[in-house]
Nanobody, 115 residues
């Protein structure tokens, strides 16, 4: 089993910054990918950014120059630094852990960007 604990999120004005953190525990010893996804009501969940245990990063085009994902393998923690936030970044953000054995999601955290 893999457990994910998400922290961060909240309300910020446009142009501001927020940081999301995801801590994974349990059966995490293997090659894995941890990332952040977001979902607006009525829309499909989409990838924001992810990073593998080998350090390979992927970003959605819409966030590539504003968000930075980082990882501490010793702590199994992934951070998403979100800068220059825009109202269209408003969504529920979910952490996801994927390995050959598990595919686990966090409970989600709300990010609201006011204009």
């Amino acid at each position: 089993q893999v457990q994910l604990v998400e922290t961060g999120g909240g309300l910020v004005q446009a142009g501001g910054s927020l940081r999301l953190s995801c801590a994974a525990s349990g059966s995490t010893v293997s090659f894995n990918v941890i990332g952040w996804y977001r979902q607006a009501p009525g829309k499909e969940r989409e990838l924001v950014a992810d990073v593998s245990s080998g350090g390979i990063r992927n970003y959605a085009v819409s966030v590539k120059d504003r968000f930075t994902i980082s990882r501490d393998n010793a702590k199994n923690t992934v951070n998403l630094q979100m800068n220059n936030l825009k109202p269209e970044d408003t969504d529920v953000y979910y952490c996801r852990f994927r390995s050959a054995t598990y595919d686990a999601w966090g409970q989600g955290t709300q990010v609201t960007v006011s204009s």
